[in-house]
């Protein structure tokens, strides 16, 4: 690992879904094509490409997106009791207890919170929450095969592995880079953290329990379209912040990369991301390239999250001479079970401020969204 590698995405090219389209053309923020500076594993190569857009149009790699949907919605109607649903990592835990409600349905997480999700191995224990669900929301984009082979083995007849991700992203559109490289296999599964995507996982929530347990569907729909409008709203302010940085100041060098389908939909751009797909430590070589483009991109601070605590990064603030922000999240969520902080909106509120007050932005829009909605979240968390 000795290179550092510059990657032209034309974003264009990797169609937005139609209503996120709509959206960001409403707003005026057209994406233009960005430059994602990353560390490349393999030494001097300029040019290697993080995906392939020639298969935009192609036929197999859509029908890989609606097969999963079809697994969302397959499985028989249940009555004579509650659904019963577990979930993986917390904020999708969240929207989908939101979408619930007090309709009865038990949701019981199972990736504890400030832990690893892309190396959890799920406990024995986790069989006997996995053998009781009608229902096993997981995000996909590979991001759970452990717990996704543990649901396999032990699920009863007739229920479903529901890949949110997987369902509604085209695999034409995930995207690749440093810490997700394409010949690994694994894309950048952090959906969760665009809302316009997020806002897909609720409404394929919804249709999942819809048709599961259609007499509920009046509660399942009404917490669906709050939900929707919480997420509105939070869209909406994150792009009246965005607003607020110059182009050139939405600068995102972080240490894990959470953040890619949020940066392609707001029209920021990824500097770089510097955790290897090995979720180990990068070269000292790695690091001083970084530190350069730093300086020479004027980028105006590097973030770390909590559940990957880094010298590195700290490394990086310090002799760049740059803000070192180490307290983004990715799944871990702010405050306790029962907090209105406690949710994927309280999450990505958090880090949205977080990234456009370091940055030199005003963040008042976003502080200013009410994220509660109204229902109880009665879902199982373990800590
Ligand atoms: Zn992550």
């Known amino acids: 690992m000795t290179g550092v590698g510059r990657i ?28 994602a500076t990353i560390a490349a594993c393999s030494s001097g190569d300029d040019s290697r490409p993080t995906s392939d857009m020639s298969a935009v149009n192609d036929a197999t790699t859509v029908a890989a997106h609606d097969r999963a949907r079809e697994e969302c919605l397959g499985g028989s109607v249940i009555s004579g009791g509650p659904l019963g649903i577990a979930t993986t990592v917390a904020p999708i835990t969240n929207l989908v207890a939101l979408i619930v409600g ?13 832990t690893n999700s892309h190396t ?3 406990p024995p224990s986790v069989a006997a929450t996995l053998e009781k669900a009608d229902v096993v929301f997981i995000n996909g984009l590979v991001l759970e095969e452990p717990t996704k082979d543990l649901a396999t083995a032990n699920m009863k007849a007739g229920a479903v592995i529901c890949e949110l991700g997987t369902a509604i992203l085209p695999e034409n559109q995930y995207l690749y880079d440093f810490s997700f490289p394409e010949e690994g296999g694994k894309p950048n599964p952090h ?3 665009n809302p316009p995507l997020a806002r897909e996982y609720v409404t ?3 249709d999942v329990l819809v048709t599961r347990d259609p007499e509920n569907s009046a509660k399942y729909e009404s917490n669906h379209d709050n939900v929707v ?35 392609k939909t707001y029209n920021w751009t990824v500097v770089g991301a510097i955790q290897p797909s090995s979720f180990e430590e990068p070269t000292p070589k790695d690091v001083a390239k970084l530190i350069e483009q730093v300086r020479s991109e004027n980028v105006k601070a590097v973030f770390g999250s909590e559940v990957f605590p880094s010298p590195v990064l700290e490394q ?3 002799e760049a001479g740059v803000a ?15 907090d209105v902080e406690h949710s994927w909106a309280g999450l990505m509120r958090f880090d949205y401020v977080t990234m456009v007050e370091a940055l030199g932005g005003d963040a008042t829009a976003l502080k200013e969204v009410d994220i509660s909605v109204d229902v109880e979240d009665k879902a199982y968390y373990p800590q």
């Open 102 to 114: 007090d309709s009865g349905v038990t949701v019981t997480g199972i990736v504890p919170e400030g």
């Open 8 to 35: 032209a995405l034309t974003l264009e090219a990797v169609a937005a879904p139609a209503s996120t389209k709509r959206r960001r053309v409403m707003r005026g923020l057209v994406a233009v094509s960005f430059i």
């Open 324 to 338: 070192y922000i180490d307290v983004l999240r990715d799944d871990d969520l702010p405050g306790g079970p029962g």
């Open 316 to 318: 990086i603030g310090n």
């Open 191 to 193: 959906l969760w953290t």
């Open 120 to 122: 959890f191995e799920p």
């Open 229 to 263: 409008a919480m997420i509105d709203s939070l869209d909406d302010a994150m792009a009246t912040a965005t607003a607020s940085l110059p182009v050139d100041q939405r600068k995102l060098l972080t240490y894990h990369d959470a953040y890619a389908y949020f940066a």
């Open 204 to 206: 394929l929530i919804r």
